[in-house]
């Protein structure tokens, strides 16, 4: 018995503190994080976190029905994680002061809070706590979508202060499928119609979600210095 419970908490240890430890990891990687700046993002997205999970654990059915097609499980995957993430984003900018290239670099993070809280709070309450793919996995895939998203969207902010508007609309586009991965991989995850392929998709998107978060600061460096 006390093996079993011991063996909880290391599961949950990771489910908790995966996407708070990656944030920080962030914040002390990157140079265009400033402790200060991002604090209020952060406390931010963790109180609307709370608030989302409390209006959900009692407003709102989170039962699935296992006879669903994956359309409908998509449908109701993604008006839990696009729909939160692009609110979010959204209110950041029309709410916060700043220019455009500050609030896109504060995208990080206002969702790694929001998620840090959220996630974990999906998991338990769905009732997939002592799941590999939701405690390890789906974390991780989180991350993932959200270096890529916010990526996306400085790439599409630097492409907008150039006037380049193809280029805005092609990182824009990137953006929105990047926030789709998830609801599917979790989707596909759920129907057990093909639970290898949201693990081998979380693999393979490691490098590149990383890579075009690198990508995006570095082409922001680039037009600071040849301003």
Known sequence: MGHSQEKD??????????IPF???SIFF????YKLKEALLPSSAGFFIALITSLFREFFINMEYNPEFSFASVFIHNIAFTVVPS???TAASFFLSKGSLKDKAVLVVPLLTSFYA???PYTTIALGEKKTFFMLFVNPILI??????FSAFLKISVLN??????????????????TLLVQPAMISLWFLKTAVII?????????????????????NENSLDNSN
Do not use: R
Not at 143 to 148: D, Q
């Open 9 to 18: 908490k290391e599961m949950y240890f990771f489910l908790l503190f995966i």
């Open 22 to 24: 990656a944030t920080f």
């Open 29 to 32: 990687h990157e140079s265009g």
């Open 86 to 88: 692009v609110l979010i």
């Open 117 to 119: 809280v959220f996630t």
């Open 143 to 148: 991350i993932e979508t959200i270096l890529a």
């Open 160 to 177: 907008f202060e150039e006037k380049n508007t193809g280029g805005t609309i092609t990182a824009l586009m990137g953006a929105a499928t």
């Open 198 to 218: 949201p693990m081998i998709a979380t693999v393979l998107m490691a490098l590149p979600a990383y890579f075009i978060y690198k990508f995006s600061y570095k």
